[in-house]
T-cell receptor, first 111, second 115 residues
Framework: GQNIDQPTEMTATEGAIVQINCTYQ??????LFWYQQHAGEAPTFLSY????GLEEKGRFSSFLSRSKGYSYLLLKELQMKDSASYLC????????????FGGGTRVLVKP | DTEVTQTPKHLVMGMTNKKSLKCEQH?????MYWYKQKAKKPPELMFV???????INESVPSRFSPECPNSSLLNLHLHALQPEDSALYLC??????????????FGQGTRLTVV
C-alpha cells in the first residue's frame, strides 16, 4: 500500500519560516507534488519534484530526497494569507496517473 | 484557460434520488479525476480516466458511476447514496503522465449533502 505522512498541524508567526516535512513509502515513485488548500476551496498547485534537490519558487521551496523517501516544503516570509492546509501528494506507480495525497498539514500563521 | 469547472456548486439530495455531477476543462488534458474530500481530511482518489477510458477505480461503491463522454467532460452519476457520502467532490485534470507536466488542476468542487 501507499503511506504518505505529514504533521497534522503547525503554527508559526508572520514573517517567519516554516518547514513542512513529508515522508512517503510507495510502490514506485514518479513525482511528488505540494498543493495548498484554503478552507472550502480547491487545492492549488505549488511545486513538483521528480529529481533529488531543491526547487525554489518565490517564497516557497520544495526539496526531495528519493533515497530517503522524504520531501519538505519551505515557506519563507510567512504572511497571514499562508494560513491553509498543505498537501503532499505522490504518483506512486510506474504507470498511470494515481495522484495520492498525504493527510495534509494545517498551518496557522499568527500575527 | 487553466480552469476546471464543476457544476453544481452545492447539491442536496435524498437517498432515493438520482443526480449527476459535471466537470469540464478545455486545457487539452487527457487525464481526469474524481476525488472525495471530507472535512479536515485530504482528497481521496475515486476514479481516474486516461484518454476517456477508466484506468483507475479505487474500489468505489457502485452507487457512484463515472462517465467520460469526451475529452473535455467528466460526469459522476449518483444513485441511492447514503448520508455518509456527504462530502466535497473534486474534479481534476492533468496531462497523461509521460505526455507533459503532470500537475493536476482542480475544480472548486461540488458540496454534496445526502439527506
Amino acid at each position: 500500500g501507499q503511506n504518505i505522512d505529514q504533521p497534522t498541524e503547525m503554527t508559526a508567526t508572520e514573517g517567519a519560516i516554516v518547514q513542512i516535512n513529508c515522508t512517503y513509502q510507495t510502490s514506485g515513485f514518479n513525482g511528488l507534488f505540494w498543493y495548498q488548500q484554503h478552507a472550502g476551496e480547491a487545492p492549488t498547485f505549488l511545486s513538483y519534484n521528480v529529481l533529488d534537490g531543491l526547487e525554489e519558487k518565490g517564497r516557497f521551496s520544495s526539496f526531495l530526497s528519493r533515497s530517503k523517501g522524504y520531501s519538505y516544503l519551505l515557506l519563507k516570509e510567512l504572511q497571514m494569507k499562508d494560513s491553509a492546509s498543505y498537501l503532499c501528494a505522490v504518483i506512486p506507480a510506474a504507470a498511470g496517473n494515481k495522484l495520492t495525497f498525504g493527510g495534509g498539514t494545517r498551518v496557522l500563521v499568527k500575527p | 484557460d487553466t480552469e476546471v469547472t464543476q457544476t453544481p456548486k452545492h447539491l442536496v439530495m435524498g437517498m432515493t434520488n438520482k443526480k449527476s455531477l459535471k466537470c469540464e476543462q478545455h486545457m487539452g488534458h487527457r487525464a481526469m479525476y474524481w476525488y472525495k474530500q471530507k472535512a479536515k481530511k485530504p482528497p481521496e482518489l475515486m476514479f481516474v480516466y486516461s484518454y476517456e477510458k477508466l484506468s483507475i477505480n479505487e474500489s468505489v461503491p457502485s452507487r457512484f458511476s463515472p462517465e467520460c463522454p469526451n475529452s473535455s467532460l467528466l460526469n459522476l452519476h449518483l444513485h441511492a447514496l447514503q448520508p455518509e457520502d456527504s462530502a466535497l467532490y473534486l474534479c481534476a485534470s492533468s496531462q497523461v503522465r509521460g505526455q507533459g507536466d503532470t500537475e493536476a488542476f482542480f475544480g472548486q468542487g461540488t458540496r454534496l449533502t445526502v439527506v
